[in-house]
């Protein structure tokens, strides 16, 4: 028995997950966090709902309202669906192009540490003194007006977390180019493995136009600079331009991953290739680039002139175009095909015409002077539901039950997960389906409550009883996790039996240096070209060898820890006499923690050869 | 799966049969009453028509695929295909034939809506032949200045119906968002820069909206943004003049009639003044004008742009404006008993300028 | 080739920065991050232009009235010539010559905190003689978040170099920290790239008015 595999305490286990480096156990905790933080969102949602089922309804006071809608969206954004997409990525992408782990394991940690720390702080708010108020976007002249501490919580949350994300994209670009195992061309690449590389360039050339826009709203804020004033000489309208070009390609940083999920979840439960790979590869890359020449469509009505109008209309409807491609592919890929109606391939199914719907309105929204009618409506509202639930959300609800054997190494309720499955897509139908007609039935986004009589009493009512769907099945698939948590069977390599990449030829979950011999990659599906060839396994790229692994460390949290600290100095500082020491001590933990790590000599550790044989042996059986 | 697929096409028709009119005729954007309402809609129309077809395709593929190609038998493995240039040809060049027949009134209906040169030909008095209005978005309530005329107010908006009128939009303290859904899209009232567009409302659509169209604020500005609502009173070219006339005949405040209102008038001028005006001169800087104009108050068709006109809901919303309308600014502001609050509401309803 | 190997003048590899795999990902990785921080100045530049010379009222001063060409010319020549001597630093990592990097790398520590000071000065200058400061007006935070992130970054690649420097003083090249200080000398490189354009775009521009 390897000394690297004994059973531990509660203690250090907890102590594992604080120091690990490991993209396997990484994920997880990117899953258990955005996890968390998309039922806290869920919640929010359900406020919402509730507070609009009926005119002038009093559940939450007006104040509250705002506060409750900025933080659902901001929560979903950053707290729920990026860690989610994260945690797949972590998860899968370095098995499916056959790595041991990602380019930079410490630099793993630290994103995710990071994410979390922003993500507390942020939902700290709640609880001192008030959540932010001015909308996910936040724009310039109404977060300057706000009072209170929350729009800092905002800026300050948000900016700690998008550092984390920022180094994870980085992480992710050089894991796909360095990393790739023996044969893996980047034309073999899975479809996940290729959306994880576009989201992370996107991420790259993203994020830091956020960083600045909430830097600048920081300054104006906290430290009395006038970017935003316009009685000083500064224009809001540079904040909306920076949040949208962050914005934009945002919401495909978000779905070109649930398309890498879905792409893996047809081709699988078909049992046949993906239709048109290399045109599937290239709208990937062409939907990213687009993603940022179309942000001002988001400011048609900021009075931009009609040339700008014109152009970002223009290109906004382009990217139908691939995405159009993607959902003929996947259609043809199930064409001719064997399909076994899986959850996962359910929720993937009940994607294409749920996502259509709302890309279909999405070009509705691109024609800029009839965009003048939809913008700030819940009709808008009822798009963006569309795609960010009907396309993101119903991927990783497919992703969870997909890979969670690999993660786990146990399989989620087959039953349940139907039963969730169903309600969920009932419920979001039935949610927002009609807010496209309440938008153009002329009901603003964004208000805390309606009067009587102007139309709007059926759907929201009916939205509302949708929205109470989901909250159920998301309950469902709660009782189906911790269920087959508890009973525990365990499963072999290749669970659905039509595992088709490099992930599915190894063990459930994969021992923590997933690949005792790099495998040799012969195609596209790597596994499944092995398999239909008779063979178990992949065929090894190199003899086996001590494997270097990479020590475990806790700086990267204590390194977070001291921007957590160092953002309530910021925060206070106005107002406290603490806050200036709190903001300089906070800064110099983590200076100093990244001079630890600078200066301490950290060349990890070998695996010797004799233990993995031994491990063949006893440890991880199939 | 045939259930599902069936249960899809549902919406399909509910499109067809809810965007051939639904909604409030005051309210809605699907009942267009005016030449960019109609527009707008014709545009949406026809996206709408072609978005239906791309649906319709996706639709009847997704159904052959998801009843013809179960599994049947756990042994089958399909041929792998790698693809068909032809086919890919195909939904690459059909949606991008699709969009140019979109995009194109798309760039035409977005220069024309920006087309507001009327506005910059101004005449030797400063004036233009067009009707312009300036409007001037608060925190909860709006401002409506007419250059031209020289007088302005507040809430109720006043249009003459049939012809192109001509907006300036401008915030004062947070970014709003100006918006007539039945008579045309909106436009952001900025901070720091002035937007023009224009829309026209339609005579006999006004009539049969009442005469009174509702507007929205459409961009998050506070607590009350739910709240920040005006109303439009499309009015024919005659009556409009009339109204302007006899508001421009207000010089001086008008004097109060009845023994409470002259007690409420007194009232008035000792603790409301200073932020409402009683004359419609444009004359007083933008700064000054902290609350809604109210020489035209007795004609309001809300208390407070939500509530309706009754004395009863003047009284409510002066004694407790914050249980209204949250956050806005009036509240704190003054101190008056409930006898004064009762003469001030008498005095305000007396003032009208017609 | 092993991180912890022992090298000589002979066995030292060509191209030492990218010779074991995690140098190459630090290598590929910082050039990433280089292009990430491109986009970051790049929001920042875009920042100062929308907000060049906006200022509430006419007694402030405009970037016409601020810039004096001697100091923000010699400021250029002290990073320029900064750059420079941190190539001739890599020269001699890339032979193998640990004391005569170590040289060059503190006379580009030298050149860079001479610059540093110089920016402090000018800095000082704007603030008490033309009362040009951050919370002034909508151009001064401009200016000042733009110039003085950049100067964060020199501030910053000198902590860098200047740890590197005595944390390796003792125990000469290898594969482990040579990828270290090849992508300090880039970002030192990257911070002398963008001056250049600030020195064009804020300076420059700003006496042309």
Redesign the interface.
């Known amino acids: 028995m390897s000394t690297y595999a004994q059973k531990k305490g509660a203690g250090a286990v907890i102590w594992d997950f604080l120091t690990t480096v490991d993209h396997k156990k990484i994920a997880i905790l990117y899953l258990i966090a955005g996890g968390f933080f998309f039922i806290v969102g869920g919640l929010e949602a359900m406020f919402i709902r509730i507070q609009l089922a009926i005119p002038d309804n009093n559940f939450v ?3 509250v ?2 506060e409750i809608l900025t933080m659902h969206g901001t929560t979903m954004i950053f707290l729920a669906a990026m860690p989610l997409v994260f945690a797949f990525m972590n998860a899968v992408m370095p098995l499916q192009i056959g790595a041991r782990d990602v ?2 394991p410490f630099l793993n940690s630290l994103g995710f540490w990071l994410f979390f720390f922003g993500g507390v702080f942020l939902n700290l708010s709640w609880f001192l003194g008030g959540a932010p ?3 996910w976007t936040s ?1 310039a ?2 977060s300057l ?1 706000s009072e209170g501490h929350g729009i800092d919580f905002y800026v300050l949350g948000l900016q700690i977390s998008g550092a984390g994300t ?1 180094i994870g994209g ?2 992710f ?2 894991t796909i ?3 790739r195992a023996p044969g893996m061309t980047y034309m073999r690449m899975p479809l996940f493995t290729w959306s994880t590389f576009v989201v992370s360039a996107l991420i ?2 993203a ?3 956020l ?3 909430l ?2 709203m920081m ?2 804020r906290m ?5 935003f ?10 904040w909306e ?2 949040f949208w ?1 962050f914005g934009h390609p945002e919401v495909y940083i978000l779905i070109l991953p649930a398309f890498g999920i879905f792409s893996e979840i047809f081709a699988t439960f ?4 993906l ?5 599937m590869v290239f709208a990937t890359v062409l939907i990213g680039f687009l993603g940022f020449m179309v942000w001002a469509h988001h400011m048609f ?3 931009l ?2 040339i700008a ?2 152009i970002f ?2 290109a906004t ?2 990217i ?2 691939p995405t ?2 993607k ?3 996947w ?2 890929t ?8 899986t959850t996962p391939m359910l929720y993937a ?2 994607f ?2 749920s996502f ?2 709302g890309g ?2 999405g ?2 929204l ?8 939809y ?3 819940y009709f808008v509202v009822a798009h963006f539901h569309y795609v960010i639930v009907g396309g993101v959300v119903f991927g990783l609800l497919a992703g969870t039950h997909f890979y969670w054997p690999k993660m786990f190494g146990t399989m989620l309720n087959e039953f349940l997960g139907k039963i969730s499955f169903w309600l969920f897509l009932i419920g979001f ?1 039935l949610t927002f ?1 009609i807010q496209h ?1 309440l938008g ?3 009901m ?8 009587p ?3 709007f009493e059926t759907g929201n009512l009916i939205s509302t009883i949708g929205a109470f769907f989901m909250a159920i099945s998301v309950i469902v698939l709660l009782i189906n996790i911790i269920m087959t948590s508890v009973k525990n069977e365990k499963v072999g390599n290749d669970p659905w039996g039509d595992g088709r990449t490099l992930e599915w030829a190894l063990p459930s979950p994969p021992p923590f240096y997933n690949f005792k011999q790099l495998p040799l990659v012969r195609g596209l599906d790597a596994y499944w070209l092995e398999k ?1 060839e008779g063979k178990k396994g992949m065929t090894p790229a190199e003899p086996l060898g001590d494997i270097h692994m990479p020590n475990n460390s806790f700086i990267p949290f204590v390194i977070s820890l001291g921007l957590f600290i160092a953002a309530f100095g910021a925060m206070y500082r106005a107002e406290h006499s603490w806050g200036l020491p709190v903001l300089i001590a906070g800064m110099l933990v983590t200076l100093l923690s990244m ?1 630890v790590r ?2 301490k ?1 950290d ?1 990890g550790y070998h695996i010797h050869k004799e233990d993995l044989i031994d491990d063949n042996d006893k440890g991880v059986k199939a | 799966m045939k259930r599902l697929a069936k249960w899809r096409l549902l919406p399909l028709f509910a499109v067809m049969a809810l965007l051939a009119g639904c909604g409030e005729p005051f309210l809605s954007a699907l009942k267009p009453a005016g030449e960019v309402a109609q527009m707008q809609y014709d545009l949406m129309l026809l996206s709408t028509a072609i978005m239906v077809g791309v649906i319709v395709v996706v639709t009847i593929i997704f159904i052959i695929v998801v009843t013809r190609f179960r599994r049947k038998n756990d042994n089958e493995i399909p041929k792998q295909v790698e693809g068909s240039h032809k086919l890919e040809m195909i939904w690459t060049i059909i949606p991008i034939l699709l969009l140019l027949i979109l995009a194109v009134p798309t760039v035409a209906a977005t220069f024309k809506l920006a087309d507001v040169s009327p506005m910059e030909k101004k005449g030797e008095d400063g004036k233009t032949e067009a009707v312009v209005v300036k409007v001037r978005a608060n925190l909860y309530w709006w401002e409506f200045e007419y250059p031209n005329e020289e007088i302005l107010t507040s809430q109720d908006l006043v249009v003459p119906t049939d012809e192109k009128v001509y907006f300036e939009l401008k915030a004062s303290d947070v970014k709003h968002s100006f918006w007539i859904p039945a008579v045309g899209g909106k436009m952001d009232t900025n901070t720091e820069n002035v937007n023009k567009f224009w829309l026209e409302f339609d005579g006999k659509a006004s009539d049969e909206a009442g005469s009174l169209f509702y507007g929205k604020c459409a961009e998050l500005c506070g607590p009350s943004h739910a709240l920040m609502d005006f109303k439009v009173k499309a009015l024919p070219r005659d009556e409009f003049d009339q109204w302007v006339a006899a508001a421009k005949a207000v010089k001086e405040p008008k004097q109060a009639e009845t023994a409470q209102a002259q007690a409420g008038q007194e009232v008035f001028n000792n603790s409301c003044i200073g932020c409402h005006a009683v004359t419609p001169a444009n004359s007083t800087p933008e700064q000054a004008r902290m609350g809604p104009n109210l020489t035209d108050f007795g004609n309001r068709s809300r208390v407070a742009g939500v509530l309706e006109h009754n004395e009863e809901n003047i009284k409510k919303w002066l004694k407790d404006p914050e249980a209204i309308k949250p956050g806005n600014k009036m509240t704190g502001k003054y101190n008056l008993s409930d006898e004064e609050i009762d003469a001030v509401t008498e005095y305000l309803m007396g003032l009208k300028v017609q | 080739m092993h991180a912890d190997e022992k090298f000589t003048y002979e066995t030292w590899p060509a191209a030492p920065e990218r010779a074991t795999l995690e140098a190459k990902n630090k290598f590929l990785g910082f050039w990433f991050f280089l292009g990430g921080e491109t986009v970051l100045f790049a929001s920042l530049f875009a920042t100062y232009l929308a907000l060049k010379d906006k200022v509430p009222t006419a007694e402030h001063h405009l970037a016409k009235d601020l810039f004096e060409m001697p100091l923000v010319f010699l400021m250029t020549m002290l990073l320029l010539t900064s750059s420079l001597t941190s190539v001739y630093a890599m020269y001699h990592m890339k032979n193998f010559d640990f004391k005569k990097m170590q040289l060059w790398l503190g006379i580009t520590v030298l050149l860079g905190l001479a610059f540093l000071c110089l920016e402090v000065y000018e800095f000082n200058h704007y603030v008490h003689e033309f009362h040009h400061t951050f919370t002034s007006s909508a151009f001064g935070s401009a200016f000042y978040a733009l110039v003085g992130f950049h100067g964060g970054h020199v501030a910053f690649g000198l902590l860098w170099i200047v740890a590197l420097m005595v944390r390796n003083s003792k125990r000469g090249l290898s594969l482990y920290n040579a990828p270290k200080f090849y992508v300090a000398s880039l970002y030192w490189h990257f911070i002398d790239v963008v001056w250049v354009f600030i020195f064009t775009v804020v300076y420059l521009m700003g006496m042309v008015g």
């Open positions: 006071s007006a104040g309202y705002n380019a930079f108020d001015a909308g724009y002249s109404l007006a920022l980085i992480n670009l050089v180019i360095n990393m790259l050339f994020f830091p136009p960083t600045i826009g830097f600048l300054f104006d430290f009395g600079a006038n970017f004033d316009h009685t000083m000489g500064g224009n809001t309208v540079i331009h920076f070009i078909s049992r046949k290739r239709f048109g790979y290399s045109s009505t900021t009075g002139g009609p109008n014109a209309a223009v409807m382009a139908a175009v159009g491609i959902i003929f592919n259609l043809f199930m064409w001719g095909g064997s399909i076994k109606f199914i009940a294409i015409p259509v719907a279909v309105t070009v509705m691109a024609s800029a002077a009839a965009d003048y009618q913008h700030d409506t139908h389906f007609f153009l039935m002329g603003p986004r964004r208000i805390f409550t309606f009067l009589d102007q139309g239909m001079l600078s200066v000599d060349h």
